[in-house]
């Protein structure tokens, strides 16, 4: 079978149904088919700031996100990335072949580098892209479902693997991003020209933890246009665009289907029908996170066998890697 790879930071207690739609429910999908292994990246969520204790229950409210969301930890390997020591250690290696250019032209650091200044932005925002490719070159993943931001990522780490390949020998798979376009990039509901971020936060949020109340009255204050149309086009209405991508993903609705409904009625009418079908997938999921998180004791044995499968895997690759970098072999 192939193998797939994807995560998450835990920068946020709850994920955001820019996450669901774009990742988690992707991965649910492709369990049987591939080879799975889905971690919450804990070590990249430490590179703006953060505090001890949230890190830790946030990291476990993740990984239940991640099994209320659909992923079997039965049938893929689930767990926390900190947990398998692997990661940094190619990392560093990975990092000795990465051009300073080459990591300074990530989008993704140059848009939070922006929103903190250059003061606040930390070394590890820097390099977590190197990081990012050691996750995923560890487990010789050949696709690497995740949202359009995350493509330029991908490639970076196709670039890195293919260099290290070329000057040390055949040893990592180069991986594919899978985007499913439908999904890709779900827009903030304030402003409906970003897309929904944890790291961006406020209002324009769909948080998949919120109160449903809440959710609601987000939604229903969702940013649209001064027009009454209920069409698809990105650059004029983004905002109206962005409510029908959501209802078209969450009810299998083909888009052009929903315009036609649409004809002639108004955006609350719009709002409406969206609220109603985030909570349908909302309210359930908040209650799966609630049973995992009844028994934390349980969950984390789940993770720690998820750990060690990994393990497995992450030690045998970083073995060969240092020793085709001609690290000396300790006897
Ligand atoms: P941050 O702002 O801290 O980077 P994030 O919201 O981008 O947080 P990540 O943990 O970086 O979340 O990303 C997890 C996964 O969710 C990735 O596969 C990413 O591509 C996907 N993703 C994030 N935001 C969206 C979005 N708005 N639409 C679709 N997919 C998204
Ligand atoms: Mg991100």
Not at 223 to 231: F, L, N, P
Request: overall charge negative; some cysteine; glycine content about 8%.
């Amino acid at each position: 079978r192939p193998r797939v790879l994807s995560g998450m930071q835990p920068t946020n207690a709850s994920l955001h149904l820019g996450n669901y739609l774009g990742a988690l429910r992707q991965w649910a999908t492709m369990q049987d088919e591939y080879d799975a292994f889905y971690c919450v990246v804990d070590l990249h969520a430490i590179t703006a700031g953060h505090d001890p204790a949230q890190l830790r229950e946030r990291t476990r409210v993740t990984a239940a996100q991640y099994i209320a969301g659909g992923v079997d930890p039965e049938r893929s390997t689930l767990f926390v990335q900190s947990h398998v020591p692997e990661h940094p250690q190619l990392a560093w290696v990975l990092s000795c072949i990465t051009g300073f250019g080459e990591a300074s032209r990530m989008t993704q650091f140059k848009d939070k580098a922006a929103r903190q200044g250059t003061e606040a932005t930390t070394v590890g925002l820097f390099t977590y892209p190197v990081l990012q490719a050691a996750d995923i070159l560890l487990y010789d993943a050949d696709m690497v479902p995740v949202g359009e931001d995350q493509r330029q990522h991908i490639e970076l780490t196709r670039d890195i693997g293919g260099r290290f390949n070329s000057r040390f020998g055949e040893t990592f798979v180069l991986p594919k991003a899978f985007i499913p376009e439908a999904t890709a990039k779900i827009q903030d509901l304030q402003d409906p020209t970003v897309k929904m971020s944890k790291s961006i936060g406020g209002a324009g949020l769909i948080e998949m933890l919120e109160e449903p109340k809440v959710i609601e009255k987000r939604i229903k204050s969702a940013v649209t246009d001064s027009g009454r149309e209920i069409t698809v086009d990105p650059e004029s209405k983004p905002g109206v665009t962005n409510l029908i991508t959501i209802l078209s993903a969450l009810t299998m609705r083909p888009v052009g289907q929903i315009v036609q409904d649409f004809e002639g009625r108004g955006y609350g009418d719009l709002k409406k029908e969206v609220a109603s079908a985030v909570l349908d997938t909302v309210i359930p999921f908040q209650k799966r996170v609630r049973e995992l998180l009844d028994d934390p004791a349980q969950l984390d044995a789940l993770l720690a066998t998820g750990a060690e499968k990994a393990h497995d895997v992450a030690s045998a690759t970083l073995r060969k890697v240092y020793d085709r970098v001609g690290f000396l072999q300790p006897m």
